[in-house]
């Protein structure tokens, strides 16, 4: 089998490194695009550059994120990730390649829990809605012009090399730096999957046929007050804690992914629980 190509758009973000350090151990030749290289993929060339690559298959990780920054200037988030992933599908369209979209939690506050793929949608956030907008584009892609899609949708990634304005980092950061967490509220709960299962799942989509939508997450939800729990217990600190109440808009208080789905296609199910995914994280 001839050594297959890959577009990795995406591939300097904190998923993007992972993923493409994996790719290339599977022997992957991977082609690299990202914004923090000066690439924009709201620019109707932005992809040209590769159009003489043979390429087998595209994962598309790219765009802006941030639910705060999302309220402030939500034309960003439109501009580049709804109007650059129809640019990554017309890409996907000439050179007749199959799509990974890497979408995000769009499900809003549930009405269930957990919640599974076919919850309905009801995004709660600029960022969410322009993620959920591109998935729209995906399937009018795939309807009419046949290009295959698989959607994943995120819960809580979490790992080493995420940025600091991320909960856990930020956390890690507070309690090593200044002995005080400072937290707008203990009680909401996240699904939290670690990186490297994140990728796992990834992976599975390099050769697949399948055309489908699928939760990513661990199952498992925790409150911040339980992160932060066992992130003083590994560290041995016994900081202070202090919470601000500061108001979100359209706050969800729990989320918990049902990867049922995943589970059964592929025989997927995560490695690592919370506690070791933030051993290996602090190793």
Known sequence: MSRRTVLLIGHTGFMGR???????????????????????????????????????????????????????????????????????????????????????????????????????????????????????????????????VNILRPFNIYGLGQKASFLIPHLIRQIREKNMIEVRSLLPRRDFLYIDDAVDALMLFLKTTTQQIYNLGSGVSYSVEDVIGLLQTLLGSCADIVQSRAQVPNEVLEVRADCGRLRRTFGWSPKYGLEEGLRRMLA
């Open 18 to 148: 992972a993923l493409q350090q994996r790719l290339e151990t599977a022997d992957c030749r991977v082609l690299g695009f990202s914004r923090s290289q000066g690439g924009d993929l709201a620019r109707a060339d932005a992809l040209d550059v590769f159009a003489g690559e043979p390429v087998d298959l595209v994962y598309h990780l790219g765009g802006v994120t941030g639910v705060a920054a999302s309220w402030k200037n939500p034309s960003l988030f439109y501009r580049v990730n709804m109007f650059g992933t129809q640019q990554v599908l017309e890409f996907c369209r000439r050179k007749q390649c199959p799509l990974v979209y890497v979408s995000t939690y769009v499900y809003g506050d549930p009405l269930r829990l957990p919640v599974d793929e076919d919850h309905p949608v009801r995004p709660a956030t600029p960022y969410a809605h322009s993620k959920y907008m591109g998935e729209e584009l995906c399937r009018f892609y795939h309807r009419y012009w046949g290009v295959g």
